[in-house]
Nanobody
């Protein structure tokens, strides 16, 4: 199994920046893709960004493209989410997640059902 721990959340003013980290441990060699999702109060969990752990393919939600950057450090088994030009609508609990080798359960890196392991989440609050 894989354990995921997020960090780096906090309170920031609109236009500011934060960098989230997700440290993976355990059976890290089984990871296929690492992704970031977020969920605001009263809203459904939504896809933010993802990166193939070994191949390096990167995917972004349209709402964050050009503002957020996902990256990885394989030596540290860590994936990062650099968030710039933050907006109040970015306020949410951010969770990282990982898939396992083989076909994605839901057939897409954008679907939360494709991810087997999840972190507990870190709160990001953007004030107006």
């Amino acid at each position: 199994q894989v354990q995921l721990v997020e960090s780096g959340g906090g309170l920031v003013q609109a236009g500011g920046s934060l960098r989230l980290s997700c440290a993976a441990s355990g059976r890290t060699f089984s990871i296929q893709t690492m992704g970031w999702f977020r969920q605001a109060p009263g809203k459904e969990r939504e896809f933010v960004a993802a990166e193939s752990w070994r191949a390096g393919e990167i995917y972004y939600a349209d709402s964050v493209k050009g503002r957020f950057t996902i990256s990885r450090d394989n030596a540290k088994n860590t994936v990062y989410l650099q968030m710039n030009s933050l907006k109040p609508e970015d306020t949410a609990v951010y969770r990282c997640a990982s898939t396992i080798p083989g076909p994605l359960a839901s057939g897409s890196v954008f679907a939360k059902g494709s991810y087997r392991y999840w972190g507990q989440g870190t709160q990001v609050t953007v004030s107006s």
